[in-house]
């Protein structure tokens, strides 16, 4: 069965300031590329071979594809050149991008469609934007394994679509660089997830 390896972007320095990104960047930091490299070092170990490597467009998700590609790579694994593409973007949150993330007026991760009316993408349609991108993603190709580099909320969105199948504990954080494997069938273009492992620098 093909697999996905859905891994969210390292610390950046927004996350540590508590601003809001969405669609809006900011750089990793030191702590945020030792966590790309992290998860790059136990994709390695599991002997992931990589045929496709996707990211959002985002200069965050960008940066921590290519560390982990660089751990694929001197682990002498396949990861070929990482993709970008638009819908693994994290949601838009509106006028609320680059302040403070105790100004949005709903939870930050999963404000269901507070943000709707100030010009944000609710949760519902990210939910189906995630689910349809990486479903397509996964039917576009033969890969047996592709890694897919995305943001907090989409991933949240993502794993709930999908968590009445998992077969394992889902009530988990998301952390910097979590990665979450799923098995996809293709007949059914279902997702099934089998493990979340946070990383631990």
């Known amino acids: 069965m093909p697999a996905l390896y859905l891994l969210r972007h390292g610390q950046t320095q927004y996350n540590l300031e508590h601003r809001v990104q969405g669609h809006c960047d900011s750089p990793l930091t030191e702590l945020?590329?030792?966590q790309a490299r992290a998860a790059?070092?136990?994709l390695a170990a599991q002997g992931?071979?990589?045929e496709r490597v996707f990211s959002s467009p985002l200069g965050r998700a960008l940066a921590?594809?290519?560390?982990?590609?660089?751990?694929?790579?001197?682990?002498g694994l396949p990861a070929p050149r990482v993709e970008p593409v638009d819908g693994l973007i994290e949601?838009?949150?509106?006028?609320?991008?680059?302040?403070?993330a105790a100004?949005?007026?709903?939870?930050?991760?999963?404000?269901?469609?507070?943000?709707?009316?100030?010009?944000?993408?609710?949760?519902?349609a990210l939910r189906?934007?995630?689910?349809?991108?990486?479903?397509?993603?996964?039917?576009?190709?033969?890969?047996?394994?592709v890694l897919a580099v995305s943001h907090g909320s989409a991933t949240l969105q993502f794993k709930l679509a999908w968590e009445h199948l998992a077969r394992c504990e889902q009530d988990v954080h998301l952390g910097n660089c979590c990665v979450l494997v799923y098995g996809f069938d293709r007949s059914s273009r279902q997702f099934v997830c089998?493990?979340?492992?946070n990383q631990t620098v």
């Open 48 to 50: 992931a071979s990589f």
């Open 103 to 124: 100004d949005v007026p709903a939870e930050l991760w999963d404000p269901g469609e507070t943000l709707v009316p100030y010009g944000g993408e609710g949760s519902a």
């Open 64 to 75: 921590t594809a290519e560390v982990a590609r660089e751990e694929l790579l001197a682990a």
């Open 128 to 145: 189906e934007r995630i689910v349809d991108t990486l479903t397509k993603l996964m039917l576009s190709s033969d890969a047996k394994n």
């Open 32 to 34: 945020g590329i030792a």
């Open 91 to 100: 949601r838009s949150y509106g006028p609320f991008e680059g302040g403070p």
């Open 40 to 42: 790059g070092a136990w």
């Open 194 to 197: 089998e493990k979340i492992v």
